[in-house]
């Protein structure tokens, strides 16, 4: 019903950037919140950026001044660049959406399946 595909995931240098895109498709009346988590392995998920349909923004601490998220309403997608990016970022980053399928339904928690992110020193 609702999809949510990931790309641009890689292997880079320590200091190098990657862009990642999420598209969403499907039934969508209105998408909410868009953002990007991660897991590392061994590790639990964690929020890395979201941003809402109002255009606000929020990133985690450890990726302020080096990632940046963006959305484009119109395509329904969301991009996350990153760079500068260090050993410590490697991880398997997923895309998640909470989306509206009809016109006064309630949202729904999407996940992409996920794009590996691997940074070496």
């Known amino acids: 019903q609702v999809q949510l595909v990931e790309s641009g995931g890689g292997l880079v240098q320590a200091g190098g950037s990657l862009r990642l895109s999420c598209a969403a498709s499907?039934?969508?009346?209105?998408?909410?919140?868009l953002g990007w988590y991660r897991q590392a392995p061994g590790k639990q998920r964690e929020l890395v950026a979201v941003?809402?349909?109002?255009?606000?923004?929020n990133y985690a601490d450890s990726v302020k001044g080096r990632f940046n998220i963006s959305r484009d309403n119109a395509k329904n997608t969301v991009h996350l660049q990153m760079n500068n990016l260090k050993p410590e970022d490697t991880a398997v980053y997923y895309c998640?959406?909470?989306?509206?399928?009809?016109?006064?339904?309630?949202?729904?928690?999407?996940w992409g399946q996920g794009t590996q992110v691997t940074v070496s020193s």
């Open positions: 998640n959406a909470h989306i509206v399928r009809v016109l006064r339904g309630p949202p729904y928690d999407y």
């Open positions: 941003t809402t349909s109002a255009g606000s923004t």
């Open positions: 499907g039934r969508i009346f209105s998408i909410n919140a």
